[in-house]
């Protein structure tokens, strides 16, 4: 099975500027989350998508939305972008979310640079 | 609220030795919890992870961990390291019915040939 791809893998855009990314999950998987990764935050969860409803949001504000299609990709997009913007950001697939057993798998990342 | 400690920055370690890398976690009710590994520009990989059951978890790459309740615990560790195991390794906690992963921050691990 083709692993969870992410497009793009790099991007640079200046402040106040808008970004999506996109992300397709493994074949079969219906959850799909995304999580910032930043030197000074680590790791942290944006929000997941189930069935094209957000199912779970973290702590960001609302320029972070995002949203999935029938077909299970999400994208997700940031609208007036900040300089602190700048980080990798990471998407998850699982199958369903629903079974205790279910594992979220990654995919390599987008790399946004906010100049 | 769920949360990760992983104590140590970096975990130096001699090719051939074994190599633990350590993780406490905090939850309210049963933890579900997950070792990832990263390289360098790419994003995570699975390698282990425990739900219930033995509290020893075998997973990739000679890779095992072992859950310990009282003690709040799920090091990760290998009984003899590669130097292709340099990478940063991240513990991670999630509670059924919230499939938001807490990460630790992180531990830098090097293996000096």
């Known amino acids: 099975k083709a692993g969870v791809t992410q497009t793009p893998r790099y991007l640079i855009k200046t402040r106040g500027q808008q970004v999506t990314l996109s992300c397709s999950p493994i074949s079969g998987h219906r959850s799909v989350s995304w999580y910032q990764q930043t030197p000074g935050q680590g790791l942290q969860f944006l929000f997941e998508y189930f069935s094209e409803t957000q199912r779970n949001k973290g702590n960001f504000p609302g320029r972070f939305s995002g949203r999935q299609f029938s077909n299970s990709r999400s994208e997700m997009n940031v609208s007036t972008l900040e300089l602190g913007d700048s980080a990798l950001y990471l998407c998850?697939?699982?199958?369903?979310?629903?079974?205790?057993?279910?594992?979220?798998?990654f995919g390599p990342g987008t790399r946004l640079t906010v100049l | 609220a769920q949360s990760v400690a992983q104590p140590e920055d970096q975990v130096n370690v001699a090719e051939g030795n074994p190599l633990t890398v350590k993780c406490t976690y905090s939850?309210?009710?049963?933890?579900?919890l997950f070792w990832y590994v990263q390289y360098p520009n790419r994003g995570l990989q699975f390698l282990l992870k425990y739900i219930t059951g033995d509290n020893l978890v075998k997973g990739s790459y000679g890779f095992e961990a072992e859950f310990n309740k009282s003690q709040t615990s799920f090091h990760l560790k290998k009984p003899s390291a590669l130097v292709s195991d340099s990478a940063l390794y991240f513990c991670?906690?999630?509670?059924?019915?919230?499939?938001?992963?807490?990460f630790g921050k992180g531990n830098q691990v090097v293996v000096i040939p």
């Open positions: 998850a697939s699982m199958a369903s979310g629903r079974s205790r057993t279910d594992t979220q798998y």
């Open positions: 991670a906690v999630r509670v059924y019915g919230n499939n938001r992963l807490a």
């Open positions: 939850v309210s009710g049963n933890p579900y």
